[in-house]
């Protein structure tokens, strides 16, 4: 009797999960909500086929996915530079979530992992693939940057190599942040921020928090940054800036750089410039100490007056930066090592059904970073 009871148990449970395995599919081929901009000023939210992942890929059910500066720019002008929408794309490309399915030659991944996603994907081993510094690479994929659709939606598969597995004590939104935290990363390598640098930030918002973060993470002994709005100071100095400088927009660059020198004593050996505004570059230009660097993170207007003559006479070396590259690794032991907290930087949650007015509280400048939450049974961070 206890055996025959102990089959029938086993047979129903094994009936029971095939119908549940079922009605999850059925959930999956029905319901892939995703957030499509059409054209300038069009957003929407539709219904588009889940994607089947190729060999190398997986496909994931998406977590959180953080609205960033870039998405409601595509959607407001339709274009950032030469980047111009010419069909629907979906937008999104910060993001985590668990892999539901993975293809075939697929060893490092499972279903049920949870993984933070690297947005850049090369195409070709070209020699910018080959120098480590994929990120330069004319060809690469990228998440909602035309024709390549983002993650903002139910379900998104995407190459297995560029999902990184989420340590236990790190959440989902963690994970998504880990996109905005890889450009304070890149921007931070790229400065030379080391033990006892000084460091002055231009703009606190998302990418100048997470520059803040990083460049103390790193070392930096005094970090100083400028914004225009109280409220940003307010959290930039909850997140460890040692200085912090409201700006007006009438105010000189070249007197907003004495009052850095101020603030520190001396001038700093890094300026981080994350806003594109013309003013500020030549503020951080003004700023910086003779034989220092100027890093350009914040895209502007294509073109820009600056002084370049004095950055010539004073060597101060101006470096670039586009996106990131070998920045998942450090990002995911920083938050797994607890060094930086990303937490505070969330301000906003919204379901993704309510998609277009998360957009409109990011496109008013509202808190820090608006989250939107895919998995409709699981809203938590």
């Not at 190729?54 to 496909?59: D, K, R, S, T, Y």
């Amino acid at each position: 009797m206890c055996m025959i009871f102990g089959i029938d148990s086993f047979l129903a449970a094994t009936f029971h999960s095939s119908i549940s395995c079922s009605k999850q599919k059925r959930k999956m081929e029905n319901d892939n909500l995703s957030v499509v901009l059409h054209a300038q000023g069009d957003l929407r939210l539709e219904q588009r086929p889940v994607p089947e992942p190729g060999p190398n890929e997986v496909l994931l059910q998406m977590h959180s996915v953080g609205i960033c500066g870039s998405d409601v720019h595509y959607w407001q002008n339709g274009r950032i530079g030469d980047f111009v929408l010419k069909k629907p794309m979906v937008l999104g490309h910060e993001a985590s979530g668990r892999v539901v399915k993975v293809g075939s030659a697929v060893t490092h991944l499972k279903p049920g992992d949870r993984v933070a996603i690297e947005p850049g994907v090369p195409r070709e081993m070209d020699e910018f693939f080959k120098s480590g510094r994929y990120n330069l690479s004319p060809t690469i994929f990228f998440c909602a940057t035309p024709p390549d659709d983002g993650n903002l939606c139910r379900y998104y598969k995407h190459s297995a190599n560029f999902c990184y597995k989420l340590p236990d004590n790190v959440t989902f939104e963690e994970g998504a942040l880990i996109e905005p935290l890889s450009v304070g990363i890149h921007a931070c390598r790229r400065a030379g921020v080391t033990l006892g640098s000084t460091v002055l930030i231009c703009g606190a918002g998302p990418i100048g928090l997470v520059s803040l973060l990083v460049a103390k993470a790193m070392g930096a002994s005094q970090v100083v940054i400028s914004d225009l709005s109280a409220d940003r100071l307010a959290m930039a100095k909850e997140l460890g800036a040692d200085f912090s400088l409201p700006v007006k927009r009438e105010d000189t660059p070249e007197n907003t750089a004495k009052h850095v020198a101020s603030l520190l004593g001396v001038q700093p050996d890094i300026t981080i410039e994350c806003t594109g505004v013309q003013s500020c570059i030549q503020t951080a230009i003004y700023a910086t100490r003779s034989g220092g660097v100027v890093v350009l993170v914040g895209l502007g207007p294509e073109m820009v007056s600056v002084p370049l003559v004095n950055a010539a006479v004073r060597e101060v070396d101006i470096r670039g930066v586009f996106r990131y590259c070998n920045t998942w690794p450090m990002a995911i032991a920083m938050l797994a090592s607890k060094n930086v907290n990303v937490k505070p930087l969330v301000t906003h949650r919204f379901p993704l059904e309510q998609a277009v007015q998360a957009f409109e509280t990011t496109r008013q400048g509202v808190g820090i970073k608006v989250m939107l939450k895919c998995d409709k049974n699981d809203q938590n961070p």
